[in-house]
């Protein structure tokens, strides 16, 4: 009665806490479940229904911890919370039993897997944090770090902590002086901590004095609180630590500068769920004494006793010993004492050097930094030294020049610092020479040196320059300058001619580029050297396609004409051209160009008889290689410059597949062309006159094959063997002679589907033919493979394989069997026994023989031993 009771409570917490419980239905197999943890109990998980029929209840088991229980109706519940953990989950096995408690379905695995809840909050490392920071150090850099964790999954925002800095204690500006960094809690100073945080006063000791010792805080005491001492009450650090003493305790860290409250919180801080911690900071500020006294400012050639102090610095380390880090190569005029005072060792220059940086290090006696490198800049201030400096300047003014017109600006430099009344300059005219027709001819601006036309009366002729002379002043120191004021002439003048009429120059049609055909002279009256005087050349009339140039000898001032570009007798037979003289210089009001200015010369072109021209000198042509027999491939374009008649031939037709009609110059096929013979073809067509000097020019002609599909992929190889006791497969190589797209990748497929046979591709020109099945027997078959290119062109072969049985190095081995004109083995018996039977008699006929012979050469030999 106890699991249907609990599944009642469950099924009522699932209704209380809005648990749709449809959704936690389902089939017995094996499943996996996400179960928050810290769950109210009775919690149920999942409702697993089997099947098989029968099912009367069911049983879990493995990691139940106690914890996990199922219903006689499949319900997979709670009994106590779960709780998460980096590792937590519960691997369960599930059955379906009988009412006799027999096994019907199952078991199935399960697991449970728990999941994190943000029921942590996150917790500081320490339950109070102290610190320590120097005034004036600079703002973001973190001087303290507070941390925290949070028993939560860290891969879930419930274990995301975020820092803040909910108060500082005291905030008399309402201002921060201190930031945190959200995420990883270092504690930095603020821009405004940096300007406004100051330590409490106290003792400063010097290299050599030791912190506390009674003899140095009696000396303290009478320099700060003898008659003679001009230190304030408020300031005497004696009274402040005597009164401090009073009122407060002097550990710092106890009884701190300022207190922070730094809040902490997860879910990344985003979430008004999250849950939070804060911590107490206690932050003491200490003294710094490794302050940049800078800028420093001195004035040039100071007068004074060297080497002079120029400022002091001062380490937190009494004892540290200081020196000074030269960076530049020019001389340094600056020592420091063993006590951080910095000397001056002589006057200083501001215009050999305005600036100087002084890097002061802070060591111990092995040459450890105690301090960063301070860096302290000395500007050197001017002083009205240098008195102004101009060079001789040289300006123009034309005769008719207006009054007020501005001739030029007189050039002066002072070295003292720039924009400031050291360099400041005034200036005057103190004097003009000659003083004809005035002496005012000339104005000069006090302040901007702009010289203007005071008098616009001048006359070349009568003056040709003047010689002015200017006083410029820095309200100290003046110098005289000196200026030159050239007066040139006036382009009153025209350019004329020497001729007007240069006749008639005749010049060969074919004559260089460059060619120089005459030479034109005009002269100018108005003043040599000048833009007035100076001659230029153009040609106006005659020339439309300007065929002609004129080059300008700067010396003499004549013109040289000459050919610029090809003439043709055929387009044009003469031209008239019209030149005329021009200064760079506009004219004065009233004067005008006149025909004086102006020249005209006939060039007449002599005929050359010239060769045929062609209308383009090489051409390619594209055809495709099925060109039809007789079509016309181009036409040659040729015309004779004189009109003579021309005709056409044709060389360098190696394959004698073109033909040329000499009359039109078309040029056609005779014969069918083959890419793959020869891709291009380069001929030559000639073009030559039929009359006269029967001259003649060529054209090249390119005549490019572009290929089509007309050859078909072909096997290489069109047989081989296959060996039963490996069944390799066979590589089936094909080759086209047409040019991509036409050519590979081929398609390689057999006409008909085959039971035993199978075609996989390689590449793009290969495939493997593959025999599925083992035969019972060695064969000899034709297989029809069907092989395409790319352009899907293609026929079927024959592709012939021996199945056969195969020796070791896996060629195919043939057993003897019988053939036609083979006996059997009857016949084979009779031929051996007759010819034994030959041999045998052979035999014994040979041996008779031997036998009669010695019989005879017995008988022989008894006669003689008788007669002896």
Request: hydrophobic share 35%; glycine share 6%.
């Amino acid at each position: 009665m106890r699991r249907p009771h609990l599944l009642y409570l469950a099924v009522l917490v699932s209704v209380a806490h809005g648990i749709g419980l449809e959704s936690k239905k389902g089939p017995l197999q094996n499943k996996v479940l996400d179960v928050p943890e810290a769950t109210p109990v009775p919690y149920p998980i999942y409702q697993f229904t089997s099947a098989v029929e029968g099912v009367s209840s069911y049983l879990v088991s493995g990691e139940t911890e106690g914890k996990i229980s199922i219903s006689s109706d499949g319900w997979l519940y709670l009994e106590q919370p779960l709780e998460w953990s980096p590792e937590e989950s519960h691997h369960l096995e599930i059955e379906a039993l009988s009412v006799d408690g027999e096994r019907l379905d199952g078991p199935y695995g399960v697991v449970l897997h728990v999941i994190d809840v943000n029921n942590n909050p996150p917790v500081f490392s320490s339950s109070q944090y102290s610190g320590s920071v120097r005034e004036h150090s600079p703002a973001g850099i973190p001087f303290l770090q507070v941390s925290a964790s949070d028993a939560d999954d860290p891969e879930t925002p419930n274990a995301h902590l975020r820092f803040s800095i909910e108060n500082q204690i005291p905030n008399p500006t309402n201002t921060p002086y201190f930031g945190i960094n959200s995420e990883n809690g270092e504690i930095f100073i603020t821009e405004e901590g940096q300007a406004s945080l100051r330590a409490r006063p106290t003792l400063t000791y010097k290299r050599g004095e030791v912190r506390g010792n009674a003899d140095v805080l009696k000396r303290k005491f009478d320099d700060y609180c003898t008659p003679k001492s001009l230190v304030p009450l408020e300031h005497n650090p004696f009274f402040t630590c005597v009164q401090r003493s009073e009122t407060r305790q002097m550990n710092l860290l106890q009884d701190p500068d300022y207190a922070l409250i730094v809040r902490v919180e997860d879910l990344g801080g985003n979430s008004p769920n999250a849950l939070s911690n804060t911590v107490r900071v206690n932050i003491a500020v200490i003294q710094n004494l490794w302050i940049n006294p800078g800028p420093v400012m001195i004035r040039e050639n100071l007068q004074a006793e060297y080497p002079m102090l120029l400022v002091s610095v001062r380490a937190n380390d009494p004892n540290a010993l200081y020196r000074l880090l030269q960076k530049e190569r020019a001389p340094f005029p600056f020592t420091v004492s063993e006590d951080g005072e910095i000397f001056v060792t002589g006057p200083l220059d501001r215009e050999e050097k305005d600036m100087y940086i002084l890097v002061v290090m802070a060591e111990d006696e092995q040459g450890v930094q105690l301090e960063k490198p301070m860096e302290i800049s000395v500007r050197v201030e001017d002083e009205n030294d240098n008195a102004p400096l101009c060079d001789e300047a040289v300006f123009e003014v034309q005769e008719n020049e207006p009054s007020g017109s501005v001739i030029g600006f007189l050039r002066a430099f002072d070295a003292d610092e720039e924009d400031s009344l050291n360099s400041f300059l005034n200036y005057s005219l103190r004097s003009q020479t000659p003083t004809r027709p005035s002496n005012k001819m000339f104005h000069i601006d006090q302040v901007k040196a702009k010289i203007q036309v005071a008098n616009e009366k001048f006359q070349r002729n009568e003056v040709p320059q003047y010689e002015l002379l200017f006083s410029v002043s820095d309200g100290v120191h003046s110098t005289m300058c000196k200026a030159i004021i050239r007066v040139i002439d006036i382009n009153n003048e025209i350019p004329i001619f020497e001729k007007n009429d240069y006749g008639t120059y005749s010049v060969p049609e074919l004559a260089e580029l460059g060619t120089t055909l005459l030479t034109i002279k005009a002269t100018d009256a108005d003043d040599p050297g000048t833009g007035s005087s100076k001659v230029e050349y153009h040609i106006t009339a005659g020339d439309p396609h300007n065929l002609f140039a004129i080059k300008l000898d700067e010396t003499t001032g004549e013109g040289t004409v000459y050919i610029a570009q090809p003439l043709d007798y055929e387009v044009q037979g003469s031209y008239k051209l019209q030149i005329d003289a021009r200064n760079p210089e506009p004219l004065v009001i009233g004067v005008e160009y006149d025909e004086r200015a102006t020249a005209v010369v006939v060039i007449r072109l002599v005929d050359v008889d010239e060769p045929p021209k062609f209308e383009v000198e090489a051409l390619n042509v594209n055809i495709a290689e099925n060109f039809t027999v007789g079509d016309l491939i181009m036409k040659a374009e040729a015309r004779d410059p004189e009109g003579k008649t021309i005709k056409f031939r044709l060389e360098g037709d190696e394959q004698g597949c073109l033909q040329l009609d000499v009359d039109s110059g078309e040029l056609k096929t005779k014969a069918a062309l083959d890419r793959e013979k020869v891709e291009e073809l380069t001929i030559k067509i000639i073009a030559y006159e039929t009359e006269g000097n029967k001259q003649e020019s060529e054209m090249t002609v390119i005549i490019h094959l572009q290929d089509v599909n007309d050859n078909y992929p072909v096997l290489q190889n069109k047989q081989g063997f296959i060996c039963v006791q490996k069944m390799t497969p066979l590589t089936l190589t094909a080759v086209d002679t047409d040019n991509h797209p036409f050519s590979e990748p081929f398609t390689f497929s057999m006409p008909r589907k085959s039971p035993n046979w199978e075609i996989k591709p390689v590449d793009g020109t290969s495939a493997q033919l593959i025999l599925k099945k083992k035969p019972s027997t060695e064969q000899s078959i034709s297989i029809p493979i069907n092989i395409k290119d790319n352009d899907g062109m293609g026929v079927t072969q024959k592709f012939d394989v021996h199945i056969c049985n195969c020796t070791s190095l896996g060629y195919c081995y043939i057993e003897p069997e019988a053939h036609g004109w083979k006996m059997g083995l009857s016949g084979t018996i009779g031929i051996l026994g007759g010819v034994f039977g030959f041999i045998v008699l052979f035999l014994i006929i040979v041996m008779y023989r031997i036998k009669k012979r010695d019989k005879k050469k017995a008988a022989a030999g008894g006669e003689t031993r008788a007669m002896l």
